[in-house]
């Protein structure tokens, strides 16, 4: 089955400065690439995603980049502010799947971004 | 927007107590997650069901059950607990198959159960 790597496990940036997180995927079927936040006593929320057919993809200080050779994915965030502190997860799965079909998450990312 | 509620923010419990979590989703999905959330693990899938009346296994299910007997209700079920079930559990829903909007899941707030 799909087994998902998420790096690092904390992350601490400078206000201003910016964040990557980085995932690997093991399943070469997978095609959808979800990022969920979770901000303290939330559930998580999902931010942006990407599918296998696009290589990259920008929603404003956020962007992902996929690798599909390399089966691995990237968050990136820029010019980060304190409400970017929180806890990031990447996810893989198989977009058009079944309702039986399930999202793998990786084992999440701390951020704090100090002031 | 979609509202996943989760009966119980915090739940003290005691050993070999059966207990059970409930989530109620207001927007009519078909398809509903009950995962587990642990430091440095993630979350990981125990079970979710497609439909009313049915139901999966995820990637954890020993020491637990799930009961969906309307289609906005998915109950999860401590048979026996035991310490090693003390965890966050998350609840989630998502639409049916098929478009852009059927793979967001959308996630309760989640249930702090400490098994004492």
């Known amino acids: 089955g799909e087994n998902v790597e998420q790096h690092p496990s904390t992350l601490s940036v400078q206000e201003g400065d910016s964040a990557v997180i980085k995932c690997t995927y093991s399943d070469s079927a997978s095609n959808y690439f979800p990022w969920y936040k979770q901000e303290l006593g939330k559930g998580p929320q999902l931010i942006i995603d990407i599918r296998s057919n696009v290589g990259e993809k920008k929603d404003q200080r956020i962007a992902v980049t996929l690798n599909k050779t390399a089966k691995h994915f990237s968050l990136h965030i820029t010019e980060t502010q304190p409400e970017d502190s929180a806890v990031y997860f990447c996810?893989?799965?198989?977009?058009?799947?079944?309702?039986?079909?399930?999202?793998?998450f990786g084992s999440g990312t701390r951020l704090s971004i100090r002031p | 927007d979609v509202k996943v509620t989760q009966s119980s923010r915090y739940l003290v419990k005691r050993t070999g107590e059966k207990v059970f979590l409930e989530c109620v989703q207001d927007?009519?999905?078909?398809?509903m997650f009950w995962y587990r959330q642990d430091p440095g693990l993630g979350l990981r899938l125990i079970y979710f069901?497609?439909?009313?009346?049915?139901?999966e296994k995820g990637d954890i299910p020993e020491g637990y059950s799930v009961s969906r007997e309307k289609k906005e209700r998915f109950s999860l079920i401590l048979e026996s607990a035991s310490t090693n079930q003390t965890s966050m559990y998350l609840c989630?829903?998502?639409?049916?198959?098929?478009?852009?909007?059927?793979?967001?899941?959308?996630f309760g707030s989640g249930t702090q159960l400490s098994v004492l």
């Open positions: 069901s497609y439909d009313v009346k049915m139901k």
């Open positions: 996810a893989a799965a198989r977009r058009g799947y079944s309702s039986a079909s399930k999202i793998i």
């Open positions: 927007m009519d999905h078909e398809n």
């Open positions: 989630a829903s998502r639409p049916g198959t098929g478009g852009n909007s059927g793979e967001k899941l959308f």
